[in-house]
């Protein structure tokens, strides 16, 4: 991830504080988002190639900060479950809010060149994609030092559990599913753990 100084930090935060309000990125032009940083449209190119440069980057710096605060957290608990309700609790939030990376992406979708998404933000999302994986995978091992799960050898398995839960929070927060975000959360836990020692007497993570 490329290290940003604090006009660039300002100029990607104000693109990401437009976006939340709702502005159209095809219309949003140089001048506003200049405007919205405080600093005039030529000072923009002294820090980014393009408008749509600058979009990109703002949210591969979203998604950047999110991955890490999240994973911090989940570092910062000490239980195995208390562990999980950050996570859930985190993908609930996203399926209720229009201000994470996520939602922000889709939204920019349109005024962004495919290429150019491909391009830049394959190694970066690969990238968080293993610290993702990596995180989850502790947080296992933590369960099952713990005596609360038995995940199986095949660290894959235990990430597709992780993903499929995970997902599923997603969905159900979105389609209204659930009145109740924290049973939401509760059930989304049950079904964390119960898949987890689908495996029976496997060892699990080594």
């Given amino acids: ?19 939340e309000e709702g502005v159209d990125l095809r219309d949003l032009k140089a001048a506003d988002i200049a405007e919205a940083a405080g600093i005039g449209k030529g000072t923009l190119y002294l ?33 195995f479950r208390e562990k999980c309700l950050v996570i859930l609790r985190f993908c609930r939030g996203v399926s209720a809010g229009d201000a994470s990376a996520f ?10 060149e495919p290429s150019r998404i ?9 990238q968080r994609e293993r610290d993702i994986a990596r995180a989850l995978l502790e947080v296992a091992r933590c ?7 038995a995940p199986p050898e095949d660290a894959a398995y235990t990430l597709l559990v992780f993903n499929s839960v ?11 599913a659930y009145a109740d975000g924290e049973k939401l959360e509760e059930d989304a ?17 080594e």
Avoid: P, W
């Fill in 1 to 19: 991830m490329a290290q940003y100084n604090d006009k660039q930090l300002v100029i990607l935060e104000s693109v990401i504080r437009l976006m």
């Fill in 118 to 126: 491909l391009e830049e933000g394959k190694a970066f999302l690969q």
């Fill in 47 to 79: 820090y980014f190639s393009s408008k749509e440069d600058i979009i990109l980057q703002a949210l591969l710096h979203r998604l950047d900060v999110q991955v890490k605060q999240v994973v911090g957290r989940v570092a910062e608990k000490e239980r």
């Fill in 143 to 149: 369960g099952k030092e713990e005596g609360v799960i």
């Fill in 103 to 112: 939602r922000l992406a889709m939204k920019a979708i349109g005024s962004l």
């Fill in 189 to 205: 836990y049950t079904l964390l753990v119960r898949a987890l020692n689908e495996s029976g007497n496997k060892n699990g993570i």
């Fill in 166 to 176: 995970i997902q599923g929070v997603y969905h159900a927060g979105c389609s209204g």
